[in-house]
Each structure stands twice: as structure tokens, then as C-alpha cells.
């Protein structure tokens, strides 16, 4: 660097690295923004696939499981492996 003192060659690298830092820290946000964007659709997408549009979509026992469910079904259950 051809400058007049070291203290204007520091500042011109000082300045150099301080704007790639931010180029660098803008191009992070922007994937990371990205990456949100694409969670939250995916997030949206399961609500409305898992959201019931009528009453008798949902059933007597929207959101409870079957006892049958909870304790085992011994049918499966009793299934001999290998």
C-alpha cells in the first residue's frame, strides 16, 4: 500500500475488512431469512393438512387417542419377530 503513514494504510485496510465483514454478515441474514421462510411453509402446510375442515372430519375424539391406540394393540403386538 502506498500511502503517506502507516496509520493511513491501517485505516484503508481497516476499512477494506469492515466492508467485507458486512457483505459477508448481509449474505448470512439473507439465507438464514431464507431458511424461515421456507420452515414456516412447511410449518403452514402441516396445520392445514392436520386441521380438520368439518366437524365430522374431526370426530367424537378429535385429538384423543384410542384406548385400544394407548394400551397396544395386541394384535401387532404379538407379531413374532424374526
Request: zero cysteines; charged letters at 15%.
Amino acid at each position: 500500500l502506498l500511502a503517506k503513514n502507516s496509520a493511513d494504510s491501517a485505516n484503508f485496510v481497516g476499512a477494506i475488512v469492515t466492508d467485507t465483514s458486512a457483505v459477508v454478515t448481509n449474505a448470512q441474514l439473507d439465507v438464514a431469512k431464507d431458511i424461515q421462510a421456507q420452515l414456516g411453509n412447511r410449518l403452514g402446510a402441516l396445520r392445514y393438512l392436520g386441521t380438520p375442515e368439518t366437524a365430522e372430519m374431526a370426530g367424537p375424539e378429535a385429538g384423543v387417542i384410542p384406548a385400544v391406540v394407548a394400551a397396544g394393540d395386541e394384535a401387532v403386538d404379538n407379531v413374532a419377530y424374526g
